[in-house]
């Protein structure tokens, strides 16, 4: 007669998996040991090494930090040029992200309810190659691209349609000698490197309302702009947050682009770059770090309240 | 005068190749139960959609309360659907979800909410309002999701397999609740189900369906005991499909014709109606026993009354009906 259960010796790594089977919270723990000591010492450690660095101030006649807590340093983000740039970055964020998903929405709606096989694909390919290359290579591409000597401004004269260039040049503040130089141009290129963040999160959320959700609007009489506000819309609105948390915060966070594009004020993360680098302001440079912070924090808590996370 | 509802003429719906439905012509009259019964894929439920207004068919013509429907979307249709899977809004309450119609038709909060309030009520859900359709059980989902219908006074009300998903019991009671809010309220209802059980107890009429096309309809007595063709009397009731030969055995007529498994029971040789058959296998029931023969290369059920003694098998026996319960059908020899 053969034996039911299987009792003879297991070898070293059966008794190991015999151990982990009959202890799952010690298979648990030896999985999450490595990642979430890496979590916490490395990400959320360095989060609170910059929080604290904040609460320094920097010793004006020395140049020195002073490792005292004081508020002193949150004090000077209100001097009216801090507030500029603050506010600056903030309407530049918001732009940037309102624009991403105006334009992420159609691409990402057909993409969810229309395409199939070989569409989605392609869909998914042009979405992600612009990700692929170098950020540098394509920033430096946009800046030839919207330079006065470029690509748009010879089709804008192509097409005898230069005063429109003109004129939008002209507008006070966001205008400028070229594009390239304007805020205009750094918006462009603000929304076009961080759109895909923005069309596949709401992709991902279109994809997940059921096709007879859209019938049913219809059904109860709803027109296709009705159904739109009370059913697809809502839905959707978990990833039009989503990535409007990634479009919103890497254009708060970006120094590169409107260094390299647009006018020569400044955006925070090219504050923070010079306070910690040239300046060797630390404490101003944390205490700007925090900013973003502080206002994503206040965003999300809007949007809960607003209801944005209902659907999910 | 009888006022018809639903009218087709002529219509197909194909999806390139595939003729979902072919030539269909029907006429639903209003205040009727009627009920649409087939398999999977023979489209019932593309016609139930070409009522609807989710479809638009490929050719023929269809109205609804003798208006022209082609073309005519589906919001600007006084007709309303019950989906089979409830297609509730997972981000409104209950409440918003019955008022939806009202309100995209911009009848104010207040009034709308009340008459969702009584639409509620008539589906025996009041004060369920506040929840969200995640929180509800399927009969509870159901039960909105025909209160959401409802409140929009529709003529013609459809109904998708809406009793799918329930278990046997919820479904036998919703089954009786349909019929009863049918007859109150006048209503046309048009029912698409393949459970031929719930389509003959429930309806008035029945077109049953296969490849696209109606093969038979007519009051549920006359589809269940005088089917036209092999597919109605498999489909419907799961008659005994007797060969050519074997009729010809029994009756002398050598024609396709059906066998109610009900109407055959064992029986003793030397009496008449008798026929030759081998027992295969038995499934107690209970009330009765279900039992499975083999006569002349073909199987053929017959039910045993409890409390009669069941032969084992492969035992030689003798099936005994009344020669009248043969039923004829159209299928050439």
Redesign the interface.
């Known amino acids: 007669m053969s034996a039911v259960l299987d009792s003879g010796d297991q070898g070293v790594t059966g008794r190991l998996a015999d151990r982990l089977w009959s202890q799952p919270r010690l298979l648990l723990a030896s999985l999450l040991t490595l990642p979430l000591g890496w979590l916490i010492i490395v990400y959320i450690g360095s989060l609170v090494a910059l929080l604290w660095q904040s609460f320094y101030s920097i010793d004006e006649m020395s140049g020195l930090v002073v490792p005292e807590f004081t508020l002193k340093t949150y004090g000077e983000l209100f001097t009216p040029s801090n507030l500029d740039i603050i506010l600056r970055t903030l309407l530049m964020s918001a732009a940037v992200t309102v624009a991403c998903a105006i334009l992420a929405f159609p691409i990402a709606y057909f993409a969810a309810r229309y395409a199939k096989g070989k569409w989605k694909a392609l869909f998914y390919l042009g979405v992600m190659m612009p990700l692929w290359s170098s950020y540098l290579v394509k920033v430096y591409a946009w800046k030839l691209i919207l330079a006065k000597e470029g690509i748009v401004t010879w089709i804008f004269a192509k097409l005898h349609l230069t005063f429109l260039l003109d004129a939008l040049l002209a507008i006070p503040v966001i205008g400028g000698n070229s594009l390239s130089v304007s805020y205009i141009g750094t918006f462009l290129v603000f929304v076009y490197v961080w759109i895909p963040f923005m069309i596949l999160p709401v992709q991902a959320s279109l994809e997940r309302v059921?096709g007879?959700?859209i019938?049913?609007?219809?059904?109860?009489?709803?027109?296709s702009g009705?159904t739109f506000r009370?059913?697809i819309f809502?839905?959707a609105l978990p990833g039009i947050v989503a990535g409007s948390i990634f479009t919103f915060s890497l254009t708060m966070g970006d120094y590169i682009i409107p260094q390299i594009i647009g006018s020569s004020r400044l955006f925070i993360g090219q504050a923070v770059y010079a306070q910690q680098g040239t300046a060797g302001n630390i404490p101003l440079a944390a205490a700007l770090t925090v900013v973003p912070v502080v206002i994503m924090g206040i965003y999300l808590t809007v949007a809960k309240r607003m209801?944005a996370f209902?659907?999910l | 005068m009888m006022t018809i509802a639903v009218k087709f003429d002529a219509v197909s719906r194909h999806f390139g190749v595939v003729r979902a439905v072919d030539a269909v012509d029907l006429e639903i009259a209003e205040g009727e139960f009627f009920a649409m019964l087939g398999p999977s894929g023979s489209g019932k439920t593309t016609c139930l959609r070409l009522i609807a207004g989710f479809e638009q068919p490929t050719s023929g013509s269809i109205s609804i309360f003798g208006e022209r429907a082609e073309g005519v979307p589906p919001y600007r249709r006084n007709v309303n659907t019950v989906f089979q899977d409830y297609a509730l809004f997972p981000h409104l309450t209950v409440l918003d979800n019955v008022a939806y119609g009202l309100m995209v038709r911009g009848i104010d909060r207040s009034a709308r909410h009340k008459a969702a309030e009584d639409a509620l009520s008539m589906v025996k859900l009041p004060g369920y309002g506040e929840r969200k359709p995640s929180q509800l059980s399927g009969g509870q989902r159901q039960r909105v999701a025909l209160a959401r219908a409802l409140v929009n006074k529709p003529r013609v009300l459809l109904l998708d397999e809406p009793l799918g998903a329930l278990d046997l019991k919820l479904r036998e009671q919703m089954q009786e609740e349909l019929k009863t809010l049918q007859k109150s309220l006048g209503i046309t209802f048009i029912f698409v189900t393949h459970d031929q059980g719930e389509a003959l107890s429930m309806a008035d009429r029945v077109a049953v369906f296969n490849d696209g096309k109606i093969v038979q309809a007519g009051s549920p007595a006359d589809v269940y005991g005088k089917p036209r063709t092999k597919f109605v009397a498999d489909f419907v009731g799961s008659s005994n499909v007797l060969t050519p030969d074997l009729t010809e055995r029994v009756s002398g007529q050598r024609r396709w014709s059906s066998l109610r498994p009900e109407q055959v029971t064992l029986g003793l040789s030397g009496e008449k109606g008798l026929l030759e058959a081998r027992m295969v296998a038995a499934h107690y029931l209970g009330s009765t026993t279900r039992i499975v023969t083999e006569a002349g290369g073909q199987r053929i059920a017959g039910v045993v009354q409890a409390g009669q003694s069941v032969p084992d098998a492969g035992t030689a026996v003798h099936l005994a009906f009344d020669k009248s319960a043969l039923h004829f059908l159209e299928d050439q020899p």
């Not at chain 1, 019938?215 to 027109?223: C, P, Y």
């Open positions: 059921p007879n959700l019938e049913a609007s219809a059904d109860l009489g709803a027109n009705q009370n059913v809502p839905l209801g209902d659907a």
